[in-house]
């Protein structure tokens, strides 16, 4: 039973430039919620993904949106980088019904030069 | 912004002695804790989680206490082994909100 992938493991990127970073949830798992981890800091909520709509919203700017596919995947997008924007990003899944019980795959580790 | 904080930022124990890490909440409308386990490169992993009708819950060598008067939880790590050696969130949650994680502490364990 595969857990959440994620997908790159790291990225470099410049200012300005745009990124997308994909995640696979758990098997059977319907919701998929993404954060974002400055070093030193817990995760921070940006936003969930379920029946291919976003659903909450974190305190994230405009530059941040997202997609949830058929099969449940999801995608990340950061458009105009910033240097703050570099953190790790992880995804989350989980299955709507069961509650808010979260797995969470390895991150993405995106440094913005 | 609310927010779950913890109290200490680090805590250093030797192997064998039992670990205990605090987190004070600051929502009363939470119903749902968990603690995760962050090692180093890594994604947080699930340790164990309490609901608010609850006070008490234990696993394997790990017990979680909530007390909702106080509004604060706690992990205990029983006999910590340096496999024990990382950074620990609490995180809260309440019917239609996303998990708000605190910061963390960064529990080192020495044989």
């Known amino acids: 039973d595969a857990g959440v992938t994620q997908s790159p493991t790291h990225l470099i990127k410049t200012r300005g430039q745009q990124v997308t970073l994909r995640c696979s949830p758990k098997?059977?798992?319907?919701?998929v919620s993404w954060y974002q981890q400055a070093l030193g800091q817990g995760p921070q909520f940006i936003f969930q993904y379920y029946e291919e709509e976003e659903r909450q919203r974190g305190n994230f700017p405009d530059r941040f949106s997202g997609h949830q596919f058929p099969n449940y995947s999801s995608e990340l997008n950061v458009n105009a980088l910033l240097l703050g924007d570099s953190a790790l990003y992880l995804c989350?899944?989980?299955?709507?019904?069961?509650?808010?019980?979260?797995?969470f795959g390895p991150g993405t580790r995106l440094t913005v030069l | 912004g609310e927010s779950v904080g913890l109290h200490l930022p680090t805590l250093s124990v030797q192997e064998g002695d039992n670990s205990i890490i605090n987190c004070a909440y600051s929502n009363s409308a939470s119903d749902y804790f968990i603690w995760y386990k962050q090692e180093s490169g890594k994604g947080p992993q699930f340790i164990i989680d309490i609901r608010s009708n609850m006070d008490k819950r234990q696993g394997q060598r790990v017990t979680v206490l909530l007390n909702k008067t106080v509004k604060h939880l706690s992990l205990q790590i029983a006999a910590t082994q340096p496999g024990d050696s990382a950074v620990y969130f609490c995180a809260e949650t309440y019917p239609g909100t996303a998990l708000i994680f605190g910061k963390g502490t960064t529990l080192s364990v020495s044989s």
């Open positions: 098997s059977g798992h319907d919701t």
């Open positions: 989350a899944s989980s299955l709507r019904l069961a509650g808010n019980e979260q797995f």
